[in-house]
């Protein structure tokens, strides 16, 4: 009998998988249990695992995408199948159907109609690759506007075939090398695309006194690591002081939903992770009840699974607030994009010896840069400032955070 393996459903919103890789060659015997192959989603990577044992039939291949609940190999566990590497005479192809045909695309902006918007407009129009003629304007006698474009964007609308009399030529050049986009790194260009178009994004700095945490992280990393069998970082008096400012600040740590704000009496923390494949936000649940020990497990495990590709789509879905570390990689001041729909990014700087006054006098000291990225339409200045000083007051007594290890 043969069973069908199916690209598996990963997530509400994705149609498409691509097939990251087969651990099994075609007409190899398989048992029930064996990891046949990997499954790159735009937010993460899954594996298939066999529920028959037989003779593995491949139908597509490497990088190829499929749609979901498509069939993408069966296994005939009436063949017993070969041993390793197929030798000899392999199971034929399946039978080839006729493609359908692909949707008509959008029609295309004419050059008239480009020039009869605004600049504004017309860039936006261009950068988005939308066709002006599906657009509804609001403006005078239907004129459209920015926002028009920008609210169009926001709802999902079709997009038209690029206009290649408005669009530069791309002529590649010898040594130039051109490969398909990753579909995770489509993803995050989506995703941080739709922040700076949908959201009112402002961002507020301060900086913080590192010796306080320093002092305490060097009197007990040690026996901290030799109790629970992790490292004492940084990241988890960051994980507890945001945690800590969210429950006095709960519009730092809410969502807009429509015409609805949520607002979430938990913190799920987004820990920013940057892979071989780009960057990827794993979610601390329930970071306000997790110790300091149960942080730094959660986070080393997400990690690991970040950079083996094993992250989940559960692993990365519903956070409320999320921390980015660029000082990891020598960053000293940036501003971060908000991870939707959240309201609310940390950023993290390098730690720099800098002279600052203390008490009157001038001492060298390990100084950090933080912002703090907000949506402005649910997080007011105030309320913003007023975080990212909590934070640093934390930061700058740690006792206050309830060193339970100390």
């Known amino acids: 009998m043969k069973h069908e393996i199916l690209a598996p459903l990963v997530g509400e919103s994705i149609t498409e998988v691509s097939i990251l890789k087969w651990s099994k060659q075609n007409g190899q015997a398989v048992k029930a249990g064996d990891v046949l192959l990997e499954i790159e989603s735009d937010k993460a990577t899954v594996e298939i695992v066999a529920e028959h044992s037989g003779a593995l039939t491949i139908l597509k291949g490497d990088g190829e995408r499929v749609a979901v609940k498509s069939v993408i190999a069966f296994i005939d566990d009436s063949v017993a199948g070969t041993a390793g590497a197929s030798t000899g005479k392999t ?18 902006a004419t050059p008239a109609a480009l020039d009869s918007l605004s600049p504004a407009v017309r860039k936006a129009v261009v950068e988005a690759n939308v066709n002006p003629a599906q657009i509804q304007g609001t ?7 920015k926002g028009d474009v920008m609210a169009f964007i926001a709802s999902g609308g079709a997009k038209s075939a690029p206009t290649a009399s408005r669009l530069p030529a791309v002529n590649d050049k010898p040594g130039d090398r051109r490969v398909p986009m990753p579909s995770i790194r489509k993803r995050i260009a989506e995703r941080l695309v739709f922040a700076q178009h949908t959201a009112a994004i402002l961002t507020t700095f301060n900086e ?3 010796k306080p945490v320093q002092d305490v992280r060097a009197k007990h990393k040690d026996a ?13 008096f960051f994980t507890r002081a945001c945690t800590l400012a969210l429950k006095e600040l709960p519009a730092v740590n ?7 704000i949520v607002y979430h009496d938990y913190a799920d923390i987004g820990v920013a992770v940057g892979t071989e494949r780009g960057l990827v936000v ?31 789509i559960a692993d990365m879905s519903g956070g409320t607030f999320t921390i980015s570390n660029g000082g990891t990689y020598g960053s000293l001041l940036s501003t971060p994009i908000l991870n939707p729909p959240q309201s609310g990014i940390l950023g993290m700087h390098k730690i ?45 007594n740690p006792e206050k955070l309830g060193l339970d290890f100390a």
């Open 139 to 145: 403006g005078k006698d239907g004129r459209i506007l």
């Open 91 to 108: 199971p034929p192809p399946p039978p080839s159907t006729p493609k359908p045909a692909a949707p008509a695309a959008a029609p295309q």
């Open 254 to 260: 809410a969502s807009i939903d429509g015409s609805d």
């Open 208 to 210: 913080v006194d590192m």
């Open 352 to 396: 720099m010896d800098r002279p600052v006054a203390i008490n009157g006098k001038v001492e060298i000291r390990p100084m950090m840069y933080l912002a703090l990225s907000y949506d402005h339409r649910i997080i007011d200045g105030k309320e913003a400032v007023t975080f990212l000083v909590r934070v640093k007051e934390l930061l700058e």
């Open 282 to 312: 794993p979610v601390v649940r329930g970071a306000d009840k997790l110790d300091f020990a149960g942080i730094e497990k959660a986070i080393g495990e997400l990690a690991v699974k970040a950079r083996n590709n094993k992250l989940s």
């Open 224 to 236: 901290f690591e030799k109790k629970y069998g992790v490292k004492l970082s940084f990241m988890s």
